[in-house]
């Protein structure tokens, strides 16, 4: 019984590397993927949190950032709600 429970995790295994995504399709997902839509959002948060040190996920929380602060370019009284949520 044992033996049968081994080769069936083993195979299990096998078959969610299979299908795990790598980074270079997250790349390739987030290049065909029209950037005001929700499935970017969802896509976003994905790789943000499957790659958090890669330069896409820098990329994407840079921009966050800075769209995030716009509004305080224009306007001061904002500045410490907007940072303090980032």
Known sequence: MDFKKNVLLLLLLFFIALHAQSYEEYEILWQQTESESE???????EIIEK????KLSFQLCRADFYEQLYPVWQNDSLKVTIITNL
């Open 39 to 45: 499935a970017a959002e969802k896509l976003k948060k």
């Open 51 to 54: 790659f958090p040190a890669s």
